[in-house]
């Protein structure tokens, strides 16, 4: 079964530097999202995606946020400068239809020291 | 009011007890609505659509009340496999993209 891939699958970095994620989705799916979870807490929407464009985006998703699909499969999440409270898991997800569910890659578990 | 609203939970149950898990969502123009699970530390995993007749799907059953904004997850004979955080999904009615509204999730524990 066709599934989306994340990588890296644990990113450890310095606060103030530049993180990339990176997300394969599923290769006919045409709408794009990220999402992340600070432990303890629930998946929030950060940003979503669709005919190579920022669809939708929450008020997480500031200025330091960036999103690019740089080819025909990659769909990538840049944070400018990372802050403590960036530490969360990072959820990639794509879809059909934006109707229908979305299907999850495993994540990115970001960690800002 | 939260848009996602579920049981806090943790429901603590023996195998072969039938659980029932209930949400509540703000949105009356919301379209689509899911239940996810998701175990410790993991990606959410679609466990099923809700429809408005509502649907079965071996020992889960879900029911959907727009009237009321009111969906729920009903499972059967649990096992040690169904411990995990249920989580209420909906689909903001918003946008051509329709971004997922989470619920903070339930959690269950099936005892031997």
């Known amino acids: 079964e066709p599934e989306v891939t994340q990588t890296p699958s644990h990113q450890v970095t310095q606060m103030g530097q530049e993180v990339i994620l990176r997300c394969v989705p599923i290769?006919?799916?045409?709408?794009f999202y990220w999402y992340r979870q600070i432990l303890g807490q629930k998946v929030e929407f950060l940003v979503s995606?669709?005919?190579?464009?920022?669809?939708?985006k929450s008020e997480i998703f500031d200025d330091q946020f960036s999103v690019e699909r740089p080819d025909g499969s990659n769909f990538t999440l840049k944070i400018r400068s990372t802050k403590l409270e960036d530490s969360a898991m990072y959820f990639c997800?794509?879809?059909?239809?934006?109707?229908?569910?979305?299907?999850f890659g495993d994540g990115t578990r970001l960690s800002i020291l | 009011r939260k848009e996602v609203e579920q049981d806090p939970g943790p429901f603590n149950v023996p195998e072969g007890a039938t659980v029932a898990f209930n949400c509540t969502y703000s949105?009356?123009?919301?379209?689509?609505f899911f239940w996810y699970r998701q175990d410790c530390r993991k990606e959410p995993k679609l466990l099923m659509s809700?429809?408005?007749s509502g649907n079965e799907d071996g020992r889960f059953t879900a029911q959907l009340n727009r009237a009321s904004q009111y969906i729920s997850l009903l499972i059967r004979d649990s096992k040690l496999s169904d411990s995990a955080t249920y989580l209420c999904?909906?689909?903001?009615?918003?946008?051509?993209?329709?971004?997922?509204?989470f619920g903070s999730g339930t959690q269950l524990t099936v005892l031997p």
């Open positions: 997800a794509s879809t059909s239809n934006s109707n229908q569910p979305q299907h």
């Open positions: 290769s006919n799916h045409l709408y």
């Open positions: 995606f669709y005919n190579n464009e920022i669809s939708e």
């Open positions: 949105n009356s123009a919301s379209q689509s």
């Open positions: 809700v429809y408005s």
């Open positions: 999904v909906v689909n903001r009615a918003s946008g051509s993209a329709r971004q997922l509204t």
